[in-house]
T-cell receptor, first 113, second 113 residues
Framework: KAGVTQTPRYLIKTRGQQVTLSCSPISGHRSVSWYQQTPGQGLQFLFEYFSETQRNKGNFPGRFSGRQFSNSRSEMNVSTLELGDSALYLC????????????FGEGSWLTVV | TQLLEQSPQFLSIQEGENLTVYCNSSSVFSSLQWYRQEPGEGPVLLVTVVTGGEVKKLKRLTFQFGDARKDSSLHITAAQPGDTGLYLCAGPSPDQAGTALIFGKGTTLSVSS
């Protein structure tokens, strides 16, 4: 079956702009989580959505937000981009919200200039 | 402070050599996972260890969970160029429910032929 699909794969934005990233989970998976990966900080948890509700949120400013749709697809948004937001943003899906393996997509590479 | 400390950070070896990668914490984890991430892709789960003292083998890879469930190791026998990648350990976030994971910063392994 198809894996986790993230779009776009690569994008370049200017400081101050906002960006929306999209994630389609594996069919049947209801939990979607987002991670930020940078060389300095590694992989850090952003937030998790389950049944259209945000279940958990990591230690990131309010500029980072997300949502989940009824078909389990998810989007994350970063407003007022800063240079430090340049990173690989990874989406992962799992069947339920606990106790299941999570499967990562290939990520969206964001460069802020 | 990084909750999961991985060592070494970088490892460059010749094909056929053996190596061990470590993941240490001062906290007890109910389980630990190991992922491998190749350039341009998302992390892929290799194994989950859940019982203190547990040893799991995956072909040439041997994973061990410490008796106190505070540390884990990954041993690769007769490394091959295809083993090249970023090896990450991860555990359930102590501050979050659901699927939120915390990751070590990873070990970058390079195997040359």
């Amino acid at each position: 079956k198809a894996g986790v699909t993230q779009t776009p794969r690569y994008l370049i934005k200017t400081r101050g702009q906002q960006v929306t990233l999209s994630c389609s989970p594996i069919s049947g998976h209801r939990s979607v989580s987002w991670y930020q990966q940078t060389p300095g900080q590694g992989l850090q948890f952003l937030f998790e959505y389950f049944s259209e509700t945000q279940r958990n949120k990591g230690n990131f400013p309010g500029r980072f937000s997300g949502r989940q749709f009824s078909n389990s697809r998810s989007e994350m948004n970063v407003s007022t981009l800063e240079l430090g937001d340049s990173a690989l943003y990874l989406c992962a899906s799992s069947l339920e919200s606990s106790g299941n393996t999570i499967y990562f997509g290939e990520g969206s590479w964001l460069t802020v200039v | 402070t990084q909750l999961l400390e991985q060592s070494p950070q970088f490892l460059s070896i010749q094909e056929g050599e053996n190596l061990t990668v470590y993941c240490n914490s001062s906290s007890v984890f109910s389980s630990l996972q190991w992922y491998r991430q190749e350039p341009g892709e998302g992390p892929v789960l290799l194994v989950t260890v859940v019982t203190g003292g547990e040893v799991k083998k995956l072909k040439r890879l041997t994973f061990q969970f410490g008796d106190a469930r505070k540390d884990s190791s990954l041993h690769i026998t007769a490394a091959q160029p295809g083993d090249t990648g970023l090896y990450l350990c991860a555990g359930p976030s102590p501050d979050q429910a659901g699927t939120a994971l915390i990751f070590g910063k990873g070990t970058t392994l390079s195997v040359s032929s």
